[in-house]
């Protein structure tokens, strides 16, 4: 028997059963109980009785001590558990909400003082009434709660300034209703009046309530729905939720359910209806528009083909009928739910499922069977025969969780074709060994994704476990006892698998270097607390899971391995290898030299590798990783840590290395991954608190904004004498002041190193660009600028320089512009017969404003433009300042390779100037808009 407080400060008991599963109760209904099981004698419930009433007021007082203020955030006052005797007076006058719940108020006239309110909870108290003028002192009142205290007389005259509220919740007071009291509020969407012990489900004559959509009367002593009972809601056309949970019904009278015809949900649950009553419930609802019916913990412990007789004159699509004790279900006896999508039979007795006892559920898709069949101590394991799921055609997702049943027959699953979930973990079925039969059944269920069959006490997978179920993705097989040496063929057929988890597995399974080689698609592999055997084999067994992203190998013990373990894991993202004993392989005194089996993951975000006694991290271990977010060094022994070897981790963002030996944080070693860090853990460690050791460390704690749990509790120095047992957080930073001229030394010094580097850097490889700017400005500055150059000396817009091949293209996409205002010279067109080729070339380049190249492969090798046209072109732009040429590539040419042909490079040019030949010929047009662009533009340099 367990004991423990609830959040209202009131003593509860925890009833257990045998699996260590409770369910929460009062004190004295758990005494009950026990005293009805035949766990407590008589006098000991007397007693134990006696000194829980004599406790609980000390206990309660105790744990539960009242708030001393109101706590007021974004407009909502919370007045909650205060003892308080009224409302108080000092609030904000402009706050929306307030919660004055949990008090001994017996009235709510200080409320007038706050107009603004929307939401008032005064639950909990010791309310005798709702005040007349409430809502006349609060006109924008929506939801108001007094469940929990005294009410008694309501009347109209109560709420009739409350026309706009919302919400009502007037749950276990003592109502008495007088006249009409709820006519008057007409938005009014939810009302709940249950346990209040009244006896009728009448709550008014007349029409009222337009608005409501949920009416709530659970707990009432209504023993009988009248014909007129729900008369009063024939104006609530969006009326839709009834809830009737824990009621005393006997009897429905004929047509009770007539005015609220429109009804969608009806919640029966607790109710005794028993399978007497059922029936004549179900003829009742016929005809409505019910789409939710839940009937849980309704005494039916059998169900006949009659029992839900009418039901099929409904909308209904979601039926409840768990918790009812219910050992047989009749065949046929869902016939009557031609529409249901979702059953759930969850927490029943049931013994034999039949191949009718689903007939007529052909638009099932979700059937929930969690311990709907279970073994008891002294009877047989309940049975389900063939094909029992065959009329289910349209089911997509089985629940079978904890149920108990004979065996998994060859055709027990048969006509599931749409099944894409199917869960039968924790489940007693007798199957030790999982065979190429026992899913056979399911061969025809092309769509199933997910087989969860954890914790069912498998022994063994035999070859082709799985082979006919070529489409599934998740495989969970944690918490069994398989026992076995893993030789690939198992997991053959299995085509499209993504995870597979053999997590915390209670005997042990060792790999062979072709235990995954069926599943080259698998993403994520689960192997915790699972394995034996060792892992150090010539061939990786993780070599054929290329596509990878999550593997699992904590708590194996796991000590040997090789360097070439992850080789081929290119994708793998979550590596956990926590609670293993891998000290000796990251030593430097290891036969062979460190193991660095990390090197071929370089994609890897998340790495855990707790609690491995590593006492030292090789220099290149975490080399690469530099898109690693999450590390974790946990309970291990590290002490003294490379300068360099976090080096990489540019990307962390979470570091765990708490309950380790470090005495020492430099700069050196901890400055890359801390930069960018989110979170740090680096609690109980021995700290040395000295200035080599720990001063940049002391000084980042103090004006980080990262979060560090624990500090600066958690951070305490070890030694010198002096800050023994006293936090980082009080090192003295004055006292290392000594360093300051070396630090700045240390800086100039690096300044100018660095500034030699960037600028020997820039000159190696920017050169040509400097070079040709400095030209460029000599000349300006110089005046050599021929000043009798003028736009008007220019007798053509371009002169176009290309290859004969690609004559037919210029002819093509080039000339059609001369029918616009241009005017181009091509040599083989527009020379003088007869006129030398060099003077024709130097003449007319003269007369052009613009030159075109038109750049291909071909270009750069012709030798007139690469000894002469492309020389002169670039000499006439520098003697004349003008910023004259156009490239046009009709071909992607590399930069290096313009600049060997042509001395000309594209950042020598305008973006404007440089033109690419589209490969869409919608984008022609585009091309021949920029070349307007380019040849119109100015020729002076900028």
């Not at 409350?162 to 749950?171: A, E, G, M, Y």
């Not at 690693?628 to 002490?639: A, D, I, P, T």
């Not at 090798?861 to 300042?881: L, S, T």
Request: some cysteine; proline content about 4%; charged content about 20%.
């Amino acid at each position: 028997m367990l004991f423990q407080e609830n959040k209202d400060g009131i003593l509860l008991g925890k009833k257990t059963d045998q699996k260590g599963k409770g369910s929460e109760t009062s004190l004295n209904g758990l005494i009950f109980h026990c005293y009805k099981e035949k766990h407590m004698e008589l006098m000991e419930v007397i007693l134990l009785m006696l000194f829980c009433t004599y406790f609980y007021g000390h206990f309660a007082a105790k744990a539960s001590p009242h708030k001393s203020t109101c706590t007021v955030e974004n407009g909502k006052a919370d007045c909650s558990h205060m003892n308080l005797d009224a409302v108080p007076t000092n609030l904000s006058r402009n706050i929306s909400a307030l919660d004055v719940s949990h008090n001994k108020l017996k009235n709510l006239s200080s409320l007038r003082l706050y107009s603004d309110l929307v939401h008032v909870d005064a639950s909990y108290n010791s309310l005798t009434t709702v005040e007349e003028d409430l809502c006349v002192s609060l006109p924008r009142l929506q939801s108001l709660h007094v469940q929990h205290n005294e009410v008694y007389l309501l009347s109209e005259k109560h709420l009739k300034s409350c026309s706009h509220l919302i919400r009502l919740d007037l749950s276990d007071n003592r109502l008495k209703l007088k006249g009409e009291p709820f006519s008057v509020l007409k938005d009014l969407t939810w009302l709940d009046v249950s346990r209040n012990k009244l006896k009728s489900a009448r709550l008014g004559i007349q029409p009222q309530l337009p608005n409501l959509v949920t009416l709530v009367l659970s707990g009432n002593e209504i023993s009988v729905l009248q014909k007129h009972d729900f008369s009063f809601l024939s104006s609530s056309i969006g009326f839709r939720v009834l809830i009737l949970s824990s009621l005393p019904l006997k009897k429905v009278e004929n047509g009770c359910f007539q005015t609220i015809a429109g009804l969608s949900d009806l919640v029966l649950d607790g109710s005794k209806l028993g399978p007497q009553f059922t029936p004549t419930l179900c003829q009742e609802l016929a005809g409505t528009a019910l789409q939710n019916l839940s009937l849980q913990q309704t005494l039916l412990p059998s169900l006949t083909n009659s029992t839900f007789r009418g039901m099929d004159k409904t909308n209904i699509t979601v039926l409840y009928l768990s918790n009812n004790a219910m050992s047989k279900i009749a065949d046929g006896t869902f016939q009557w739910f031609p529409q249901l999508k979702f059953l759930s039979l969850e927490h029943n007795s049931l013994r034999h499922l039949t191949k009718d006892t689903f007939s007529g559920l052909g638009n099932l898709t979700q059937l929930n069977l969690q311990r709907a069949l279970k073994k008891e101590r002294q009877s047989s394991y309940p049975s389900i025969d063939d094909f029992s799921f065959h009329h289910l055609v349209k089911l997509e997702h089985l629940w079978m969780t904890n149920t108990g049943f004979r065996e998994i027959s060859e055709f027990m699953f048969s006509g599931l074709a749409n099944l894409k979930t199917l869960d039968l973990s924790w489940s007693s079925t007798g199957l030790k060994t999982v065979s190429n039969k026992t899913f056979a059944s399911l061969k025809d269920s092309p769509l199933l994704q997910l087989l969860n069959l954890t914790g069912m006490a498998i022994t063994r997978l035999g070859p082709r476990s799985f082979a006919s179920l070529g489409n599934l993705a998740t495989l969970l097989l944690g918490h069994n006892f398989i026992n076995q040496q893993l030789k690939g063929d198992e997991f053959e057929g299995l085509f499209n698998v993504q995870d597979i988890d053999f997590s915390s597995n209670h005997q042990s399974i060792s790999l062979t270097n072709t235990s995954f080689i069926h599943v080259p698609t698998l993403r994520t592999l689960l192997l915790g607390r699972a394995l034996r055997g060792t892992l150090d084999l010539e061939a990786s067994p993780f070599r054929p899971l290329v596509n990878l992203t999550v593997l699992d190998l904590s708590n194996n013990n796991i000590a040997n391995i090789n360097s070439g373990l992850l080789t081929g894991l290119y994708h793998l993202k979550v590596l956990k290898m926590q609670h293993n004993n891998l000290a000796r392989l990251w030593k430097t005194a290891n036969p062979g030299g460190a193991v660095l089996f990390l090197k071929y993951v370089k994609k890897l975000s998340y790495l855990d590798l707790d609690y491995n006694g590593l006492d030292e991290i090789p220099p290149n271990a975490l080399q690469g990783l530099s898109e690693l977010r999450v590390l974790s060094f946990r309970g291990n022994l590290l002490n003294q840590l490379r300068a360099s070897v976090f080096d990489d981790l540019t990307s962390l963002q979470y570091l765990h290395v708490q309950k380790n030996l470090i005495t020492s944080v430099k700069r050196v070693t901890f400055g890359v991954p801390l930069s960018n860090l989110t979170e740090l853990q680096m609690d109980r460690n021995p700290f040395d608190c000295t200035c080599e050791s720990i001063l940049w460390f002391s000084e980042w704690l103090n004006s980080t904004n990262a979060s560090v749990p624990g500090y600066p509790q958690g951070y305490v120095c070890n030694t010198p004498n002096g800050y023994f047992n006293r936090s980082v957080k009080g090192f003295d930073s004055l006292s290392c002041k000594d360093m300051t001229p070396f630090k700045a030394l240390y800086i100039l010094s690096s300044t100018a190193v660095l500034t030699l580097l960037v600028t020997a850097f820039l000159v190696h490889f920017q050169g040509w660009r400097i070079q040709f700017f400095w030209s460029i400005m000599v000349h300006r500055l110089l005046g050599l600028k021929d000043k009798s150059i003028t736009e008007a000396r220019y007798v053509y817009d371009a002169y176009i320089v290309h290859t004969d091949d690609d004559g037919p293209w210029v002819e093509r996409s080039l000339l059609p512009l001369e029918n616009e205002r241009f005017k181009f010279f091509l040599e083989d067109r527009d020379a003088t017969p007869g006129f030398p080729q060099l003077d024709t070339i130097v003449e007319n380049m003269g007369r052009a404003r613009k030159i075109i190249f038109v750049i291909t492969e071909m270009l750069l090798k012709d030798p007139w433009c690469r000894q002469f046209k492309a020389h002169h072109a670039i000499h006439q732009v520098m003697e004349d300042n003008r910023d004259s040429l156009i490239l046009i590539f009709l071909q992607d040419v590399a930069d290096y390779s313009l600049n060997r042909s042509l001395h000309l490079r594209r950042g020598m040019l305008k973006p404007r100037c440089i033109l690419n030949w589209p490969l869409h010929q919608e984008r022609i047009h585009a091309f021949h808009q920029q070349l307007r662009l380019a040849l119109a533009s100015t020729n002076v340099v900028n």
